[in-house]
């Protein structure tokens, strides 16, 4: 009844993370055992075909300079997908490139909560630029200073497409929040992170046995994907941008890789590597998490929408359509619904209430949800739970305790519009009788059921108003 939101995202990141640590380990047991024939292929096929096999042949041989063809790949991999990313955002006039980009935007402005949002920020952080200029710099560095040129030649190369890339995307299409965030909008590691810690994996995986060598390339494909689910449920990036950077960076790692693999040089010192990565990472996480966070803007056509301005005489007339339905708002809170329009500022409310006989509901701590293990059933020891409207836990909560103690009444009220003329605050309200029942002998939870608006008491001293109007059928 409070957080069906909530434990859906954490149903859908468990089983991202579940099956990508599956995919890639069954991925890495498949192709190692046929590089070698793959290769041998390769080079077959590049002796007959002079022209195209030339560049596929430097990749993979040894004797041959492998330095024009990865340019040349680079170019390419980074000027089709800003092309094509470019021509969706041209045919779509500025709005989402393709019809599944508006609906994964949609979807995830409906799974919004206080909590979720707060951990998608925490984990976005794998990708900020703070981040991956860490993990890029102590790395090159450490390579250098080990005297390994080969493979900070081969990390080089592997910074540079990462930044070309981002560069080239951000400027050409800008994400659902456009510019409108102090960070550019193609620098959320979208196409980095992929190739940069794709890489790293290849040079860490050499230092481990070989029954262990597909966990760096698992952990790397984790990273990856929890920081577009972030991305994405954040709004930072088109879900076509986010499946473009994961194949265009898994492409440049592959050809990358078997540049760096069938040549003499090799990381040095790979366990010391391996643990310099491991702690620029998180260095880099946690200088991001130091710093404040960017403000998210207005979703489009999502949670979080600016408050709508209404004309007073058409809402009170009751001619005026639902506001949230009017501007395309998320649904509300699953349970129960949206009983009460109060128009007036947020202190009246709390005041009215109050001298009613109601409280304004304790701040929610996780560690009162220790209560519901407590031998005695008592609704009024359980904390009330927040409730998620918009993307938004309500800003008012009061309650009330029964004179009997088997039950109180929860008010919550959410900012909804602004009424015109004078920009009058217009709240919706949601009235609800709560209940404690023992589930499975053990754990006490709350039975909540919407009542009617009268349980406030708003008698006719409060010099309030009061007119019923039917939505919807409702």
Do not use: C
Not at 419 to 426: H, I, N, Q, R
Not at 441 to 462: F, H, Y
Request: hydrophobic share 50%; proline share 7%.
């Amino acid at each position: 009844e409070t957080a069906p939101r909530l434990a859906l995202v954490l149903g859908l990141v468990a089983l991202l993370i579940i099956g990508t640590l599956w995919l890639a380990r069954q991925t890495y047991r498949w192709v190692v055992p046929h590089l070698g024939s793959w290769t041998r292929a390769v080079l077959q096929w590049s002796g007959r075909h002079p022209v195209l096999g030339k560049p596929t042949r430097a990749l993979v041989d040894p004797d041959h300079a492998e330095t024009p063809a990865l340019a040349m790949l680079g170019l390419g991999l980074i000027g089709g997908p800003a092309l094509l990313l470019t021509a969706l955002h041209i045919l779509a006039g500025g709005g989402p490139p393709t019809t599944l980009d508006a609906l994964v935007l949609d979807a995830s402005a409906q799974l919004h909560t206080p909590a979720a949002e707060l951990a998608a920020r925490a984990l976005s952080a794998i990708g900020s630029p703070w981040t991956l200029t860490t993990l890029g710099g102590l790395t090159l560095m450490t390579l250098l200073v080990q005297g390994a040129r080969f493979t900070a030649a081969h990390w080089s190369a592997a910074l540079l497409f990462a930044l070309a890339a981002e560069l080239a995307v951000g400027a050409v299409t800008p994400g659902p929040v456009g510019l409108l965030v102090p960070i550019p909008a193609g620098a959320y590691g979208t196409f980095a992170a992929p190739v940069m810690y794709g890489f790293a994996a290849v040079l860490t995986a050499s230092g481990l046995p070989d029954q262990w060598r597909w966990l760096p390339y698992s952990m790397a494909a984790i990273l990856v994907m929890v920081l577009l689910s972030a991305s994405l449920y954040l709004g930072f990036v088109w879900f076509s941008e986010a499946l473009l950077g994961v194949v265009v960076g898994s492409v440049w790692v592959l050809f990358l890789a078997a540049a760096y693999r069938t040549r003499s040089g090799s990381a040095e010192r790979p366990r010391r590597l391996t643990l310099l990565i491991l702690a620029s990472i998180s260095i880099g996480i946690l200088w991001t998490l130091s710093r404040p966070a960017p403000e998210l803007p207005a979703y489009a056509n999502a949670a979080k929408i600016p408050v709508p301005a209404l004309d007073y005489a058409t809402w009170w007339s009751g001619g005026a359509a639902h506001p949230n339905a009017a501007t395309g708002a998320a649904d509300p809170p699953i349970g129960e619904a949206l009983i009460l329009e109060w128009a007036t500022d947020e202190n009246e409310i709390r005041t009215v209430l109050t001298e009613r006989g109601w409280d304004p509901a304790p701040a929610f701590l996780w560690l009162d949800l220790l209560n519901t293990l407590s031998p005695e059933v008592n609704v009024n020891t359980l904390p009330v739970l927040p409730r998620v409207h918009q993307g938004q836990h309500g800003q008012i909560r009061m309650v009330r305790e029964l004179s009997d103690g088997s039950a109180r009444l929860v008010a919550r009220f959410w900012l909804e519009a602004r009424l015109d003329p004078g920009a009058l605050p217009l709240w919706f309200g949601q009235v609800s009788l709560e209940r404690a029942v023992r589930r499975g002998g053990l754990i006490a939870m709350i039975k909540s059921q919407s009542v009617a608006a009268d349980r406030l008491d708003l008698s006719g001293e409060t010099g309030l108003t009061l007119k019923t109007i039917r939505r919807d059928g409702q």
